[in-house]
């Protein structure tokens, strides 16, 4: 796809429809593709994070730097397969192994009882104690099978989330 | 949208505080002047029974990632300032020669002329206004009559200088105590297009150069009110101000935009409370352009007023279609923040504009919320 900003061509659509397993249309993906230029204003070719921010509705979204982290400095291609997990398209496996993602910050395939407490805060922030938050999360985790010492692994979340009907879609405006 | 995000807020909240009471037995750590959080949410939002919390609920943060993709993919607040370019339909070798000697005719002929109506209508209008404003210091009330006329006047020449065609609906405002004029705003010429018809006394921001200029002299004579956004004190004056206006008898209509910022007119933005918790009738006000002939929208990043001014004095014409609806109350029991959507629902639905915007109801009431909470019980936000 290189550096041209604008031109699309039929061959670069196919292949980030490859690279996203056909999750998406091809004319979601040039909707898509409209939308990232039009986020990348100085045309560098990814979404940087001012950027990010000053879509309003994206900035005071509690999990906002979370997934800013997941999404900084990614390509078309990665923006695509990062969006991925919300197409109506994608499995049950997909969406929570996102969510797993989300979790997990430094990425060494366990999370922890700090990660989640971590994202809790940012969920719920001043309305409650940070000792609240450990004694319910304790508290829930053990309700659950768990020890606070365990570490989650992914197929731990598919337990959990697995069959639960999770709702997690986004719809592409198609012009 | 609300309810994605408050519903796991609440019910983690609320079974918190169930089970501190069943872990802990001395209550002194649940800090009993804390605020009530689920006095502030939306009773629609706190539906479900007092069911456990699972590691699920907990673990299921996927309302709140739908809602953060959803901005990712598509947001309200980038299409409302979008100006869409009109197609180029003049690419062909049949129509290029055409719209050339459309540019000549509009460049060549319309532009002078109109450069000339609008000098001779300042002419008229200054060799009547200073000696008014100057001899007639004593008598007030005729005095302002004249100037609101005057004004008027002046406003009928610029709308004369762009070939506008604006086309009035409804009942024309009246002077009256306790009401304001709300509308929607797109271009700074939104003033000149109402105060054509009724001299209206306006809210606005002090602008630098000889808009300042006509602000300072000619507006202050139809009673405007300044604020300056970067002054921290400026909006408790501002308030103040336009209570005393609007209670005043003779003073000239009060008219407020309370989007705050000129958006393209497919699009209407959350509207600022301001005019709306002054405890009087809101008269709400549509204007529309038609934009087969010129864009009006002013994007003020993008362009000066002078230029915007001379890009509109050589299009073929501004028109425009303004709909004086029926005065609002506020309804016993609403919020002002609740009034000013529902108005600008019926500016939107009559200009026939998409109803977005920031937050329409999230953030509206997040900040809502926030503002109840910094106010009542000094937390910091």
């Given at each position: 796809m290189g550096n041209t900003s604008s031109m699309l061509t039929q061959y670069d659509i196919e292949e980030v429809q490859e690279h996203c397993n056909n999750t998406f249309s091809q004319q979601e993906i040039v909707s898509l593709y409209q939308r990232f230029c039009q986020l990348d204003r100085n045309s560098g070719g990814f979404i940087s994070a001012d950027e990010f921010l000053s879509v309003p509705e994206f900035a005071v979204n509690p999990l906002s730097q979370r997934l800013f982290r997941m999404v900084d400095g990614l390509n078309f291609k990665e923006f695509v397969a990062f969006l991925?997990?919300?197409?109506?398209?994608?499995t049950l496996q997909h969406k929570v192994e996102f969510i797993f993602k989300v979790y997990d910050s430094d990425g060494n395939g366990k999370v922890a009882f700090s990660d989640l407490l971590d994202v809790l805060r940012d969920l719920?922030?001043?309305?409650?104690s940070e000792q609240q938050r450990e004694l319910v999360l304790t508290h829930v985790l053990e309700e659950a099978g768990y020890k606070k010492d365990s570490l989650l692994v992914l197929s731990d979340f598919m337990k959990i989330l697995g069959n639960t009907g999770l709702k997690m879609e986004v719809e592409v405006p198609v012009d | 949208m609300v309810k994605l995000l408050r519903i796991p807020l609440s019910r983690i909240v609320r079974t918190c505080g169930r089970k501190m009471s069943k872990l802990t037995s001395s209550s002194s750590e649940l800090d009993l002047d804390r605020p009530n959080i689920e006095d502030y949410l939306l009773t629609d939002s706190i539906q479900e029974p007092h069911a456990k919390l699972r590691l699920r609920d907990l673990l299921d943060i996927s309302p709140t990632l739908t809602e953060a993709a959803g901005a990712i993919v598509d947001d309200s607040f980038t299409r409302c300032f979008k100006s869409n370019p009109p197609e180029p339909w003049n690419w062909n070798v049949y129509l290029f020669p055409l719209w050339c000697l459309g540019v000549v005719v509009r460049y060549g002929i319309l532009f002078p002329g109109r450069v000339l109506i609008l000098t001779f209508g300042w002419i008229i209008f200054l060799s009547c206004y200073i000696p008014v404003h100057l001899l007639l210091k004593g008598h007030d009330k005729l005095r302002k009559r004249l100037e609101r006329a005057l004004v008027e006047l002046i406003c009928s020449f610029f709308v004369a200088s762009w070939t506008g065609v604006v086309k009035y609906h409804g009942p024309r405002p009246c002077a009256r105590p306790k009401q304001v004029f709300v509308a929607n705003h797109t271009s700074m010429i939104d003033f000149i297009v109402l105060e054509q018809m009724t001299a209206f006394a306006v809210i606005m921001q002090k602008h630098p150069g000889w808009v300042g200029l006509l602000q300072s002299t000619i507006l202050e004579s139809v009673g405007c009110i300044w604020f300056n956004r970067s002054e921290a004190k400026d909006r408790e004056i501002v308030a103040r101000k336009l209570r005393e206006h609007v209670e005043g008898a003779d003073n000239n209509p009060l008219l407020i935009f309370p989007e705050g910022t000129c958006v393209n007119n497919h699009y209407t933005v959350m509207f600022k409370k301001g005019a709306f918790e002054l405890g009087s009738t809101v008269c709400p006000i549509a204007i529309k352009y038609n934009k087969i002939f010129v864009d009006a929208f002013w994007n003020s990043r993008k362009q000066s007023f002078t230029t915007h001014l001379l890009q509109l004095m050589t299009s073929w014409a501004v028109v425009c279609d303004v709909w004086y609806l029926e005065p609002q109350n506020m309804k016993p029991g609403e919020t002002p923040i609740e009034f000013a959507e529902r108005v600008r629902g019926i500016i939107s639905g009559k200009q026939a504009a998409k109803f977005r915007g920031v937050g329409s109801a999230t953030i509206g009431r997040k900040i809502e919320i926030i503002d109840c909470c910094k106010d009542r019980y000094q937390i910091k936000a």
């Open positions: 991925s997990a919300f197409s109506s398209r994608a719920t922030g001043q309305f409650i | -």
